[in-house]
């Protein structure tokens, strides 16, 4: 058991461009979350899957903000048209079903300039 | 609408007392209660929870305390030591969804 990986863990993008973030959860894993957080923050929510599903998005997840979980396995988060208020640690979480504590990976710092 | 505060963004102790992290919530509808801890460059580990119908749990040198008439939380480390020096992270939950994460502390460790 590697624990939750991100990748990458850095990413510099110019402003209005895409990225994509993948997210590897802890095997057998139910759950697995996205989390955003900066300077000073805690982390906050974003997204959260169950198994391929998608049952939740925040408000802070603008259209501009994809997620997805296409097997139940691993996840992608896309930013399309990135702005200078997207840079942030983006932090991956996962869980067993309905168990409460959530392991998370190292994030992917994202800096856009 | 912050549902779960830390009031105090940092907090300094000397190596070998007793550090004590406060976290207060407004939602109490909040099933559990759970505290992280983040080294830089790392994501947040998890350290100890506590259920909304329990006031205690010890883990080693960590307690939580949960006052819930008061809506509010504590973090005790007996005896503190400098690999505790990090940020801690309290959260709620709500029927084993998401985690509702307050500001952190940072905790630092004097030896």
């Known amino acids: 058991d590697t624990g939750v990986s991100q990748n990458p863990r850095h990413k510099i993008t110019k402003r209005g461009q895409n990225v994509t973030f993948r997210c590897d959860p802890i095997?057998?894993?139910?759950?697995l979350y996205w989390y955003r957080q900066t300077l000073g923050q805690g982390p906050e929510f974003l997204t959260y899957?169950?198994?391929?599903?998608?049952?939740?998005k925040s408000r802070l997840l603008s259209d501009r903000f994809s997620a997805e979980r296409p097997k139940g396995s691993f996840s992608t988060l896309e930013i399309q048209r990135t702005e200078q208020g997207d840079s942030a640690m983006y932090l991956c979480?996962?869980?067993?079903?309905?168990?409460?504590?959530?392991?998370f990976g190292q994030g992917t710092r994202l800096t856009v300039v | 609408d912050q549902q779960v505060k830390q009031n105090s963004p940092s907090l300094s102790v000397q190596e070998g007392r007793i550090s004590i992290l406060n976290c207060d919530y407004t939602?109490?509808?909040?099933?559990?209660f759970l505290w992280y801890k983040k080294y830089p460059a790392e994501g947040p580990t998890f350290l100890i929870s506590?259920?909304?119908?329990?006031d205690k749990n010890e883990d080693g040198r960590f307690t939580v305390f949960l006052n819930k008439s008061a809506k509010h939380l504590s973090l005790h480390i007996v005896p503190s030591q400098p690999g505790d020096s990090a940020v801690y992270f309290c959260?709620?939950?709500?029927?084993?969804?998401?985690?509702?994460f307050g500001q952190g502390t940072r905790l630092t460790i004097n030896p």
């Open positions: 959260a709620g939950i709500q029927g084993a969804q998401k985690l509702v």
């Open positions: 939602n109490s509808m909040f099933d559990y």
């Open positions: 979480a996962s869980s067993p079903y309905m168990n409460t504590e959530a392991f």
């Open positions: 899957f169950q198994n391929e599903a998608q049952l939740e």
């Open positions: 095997s057998e894993h139910n759950r």
């Open positions: 506590i259920s909304s119908i329990k």
